[in-house]
């Protein structure tokens, strides 16, 4: 347990939950009646405050808006079938936050206020935790910096805040999406596993060409030769071959270590499947299909956990899968959806109660 | 001429200028009475506005904060001896920064907003041009995304604003620079050619860990090999050989199209001077040093112009210098800053009258 922490709380006067139709929620769109706010300066964190949703009154030289330092998390909160509220893997967000913030030449933020804070914040606002069935809380954590002059250099000032979005069920229709042989979005040395929003910014145009051309989405590439694959859009991507799946590795930092990732590494190892992280060509993976040998592929993320890829184009070879084929996936999602419902065991430690 | 624009004029009532001391100062600290602010919205440009310099109230959820598209210019304008106040290339930066929106999937901005807008804004904080030698007024143009919502997609709408900054002489001690083996900036296909926040949030890290060396800023190369150079720090690199100046070429995308790299570039070949625009190698730069053949080098920028080079190590090599070499850089700082006193004819036509 972390220490008490002593934060400030302001309540609204009146929820606006009621103008809400908890039944249709779409990603992101909604957020709850209050937020988590923290202030970096002399370096230090302070005035830790929960309080009303509501803009920020910000310089327009924001350091932030200038110059980049901003990074963010995905977690979720689900209420279980008895009402009781639990975080998935808050702790593992945690670590990849403060990863990315170093990166970002950004302080640290400290566990009582990422998750003391996000536990009280939920604890608030835990009315808003839609109940039903693949229904969530989305939570954000986020931290930008806050120094007001233009020169570049780390900022000395940073607001942390926590922000919560009741999301309704994440059913993407099965993905169309195509190798990236154009636009790079990461490369050895860089920022690629770092969740700073330069990455999103920098990769939106891929995407927008690729939606021209058909696509939902694009599978990033090395800079070199796009060909060893990276990740798909926001999310790390498995292929299931015909005695193991293959998903690439971390070593070269230049993609998201996945939480929900690391989640399906673990059931699928559970399940006693032979799952290698490792580099993977993209010949290796044209080659399976030819020969059949590649059964299915799909992408794992907060907000989806599993989404399946109905086309993974290279160039003009294409190739389709369609419901029959995703089978392991489909087992995959079932394990994890059953261990949040509280249907498997949580052997990993990986709901945290609220 | 751009056509008249509709730009609602707000000032203020009592202005701050009588509070600053024009003779010390520091950069990008200070800001004039007034802003240019417009929106984006519906696919157009809207609410074309100068009014007193003010916080912007911007919700939590603001797109830039979590998904990193903005972009921004760096621009001088300045005072010559008889008070006419004029601008430094201002559509080199207009070409560029619509360069950036283009890659960062963000709307242009039209030269009757830009331009003429930054023209306008000027006019009416025109006392704020400081008119001593070496002083200037830094305009600061940048647009970001507004939308509030948490999907990742590109925003739908965005606020482009100009804020102007007081500066007193930039004279940098010479600097101590050293060449980058380890984190990488950029790489062919990515966004390193493009003002965006999230380049210099991403290259705080290695300017922090390199002056815990000694060294002022890092010398950038490719990803792959670390062996080709690109850009120092915020600058372009020029390097002096016996007969001829080379400079790392823009193909690949990876550097920024500097508007003072082209400036030193006109200007040498103005001098006669051999200037090569092409892949640079450490390699070739460490041969010229040893048989003495490397006379100088130097980086440009707006903030500086030029910035003589004390020390350029690589690994632990390093590459000396002193006032007695920069010979060819201080005469290519004393011809561009004669252009600007109107002491040297403007050939080019760089001067922009407000």
Request: charged residues 25%; glycine residues 6%; proline residues 5%.
């Amino acid at each position: 347990m972390v220490a008490a922490l002593d934060i400030q709380v302001t309540k609204v006067e009146r929820s606006k939950l009621s103008e809400i139709n908890l039944d249709n929620l779409p990603f992101g769109k909604y957020f709850t009646d209050h937020m988590l706010e923290a202030e970096y300066e002399n370096g230090k964190w302070t005035n830790v405050e929960i309080k009303p949703y509501q803009p920020l009154l910000l310089d327009p030289s924001l350091a932030a808006i200038h110059y980049g330092q901003s990074i963010f998390e995905g977690i979720k909160a689900y209420k279980d079938a008895a009402g009781n509220a639990f975080i998935f893997r808050p702790y593992d967000n945690l670590k990849r936050f403060n990863l990315s913030a170093l990166r970002m030449n950004m302080p640290e933020v400290p566990e009582e206020i990422f998750i003391e804070g996000m536990r009280r914040l939920i604890e608030v606002d835990k009315e808003w935790i839609p109940g039903k069935k693949e229904h969530s809380l989305y939570i954000r954590p986020f931290m930008f910096a806050t120094d007001c002059m233009l020169g570049v250099r780390p900022s000395t000032t940073y607001k942390f805040l926590i922000i919560l979005s009741p999301t309704g069920p994440y059913f993407p229709r099965p993905m169309k999406i195509r190798v990236e042989e154009k636009y790079t979005r990461a490369v050895k040395g860089g920022v690629g596993f770092a969740k700073n929003a330069g990455n999103y910014g920098g990769s939106l145009l891929a995407a927008t060409e690729a939606q021209a051309e058909g696509y939902d989405q694009v599978l990033w590439t090395d800079a070199v030769e796009h060909k060893w694959l990276q990740e798909v859009g926001m999310m790390n991507v498995f292929f299931v071959l015909k005695d193991k799946v293959v998903t690439p590795s971390l070593e070269d930092g230049t993609i998201l270590n996945g939480v929900t990732r690391n989640s399906v590494i673990t059931v699928l190892k559970d399940m006693g499947a032979d799952v290698e992280e490792r580099p993977v060509h993209v010949n290796e993976i044209v080659a399976a299909h030819k020969t059949g040998e590649l059964k299915e592929v799909f992408g794992t993320g907060t907000a989806a956990t599993i989404a399946y890829v109905e086309t993974l184009a290279y160039g003009k070879y294409e190739m389709n899968f369609s419901e029959k084929d995703w089978e392991l996936s489909t087992e995959v999602k079932r394990r994890l959806t059953a261990i949040r419902d509280k249907e498997l065991p949580d052997t990993n430690n990986w709901l945290f109660n609220i």
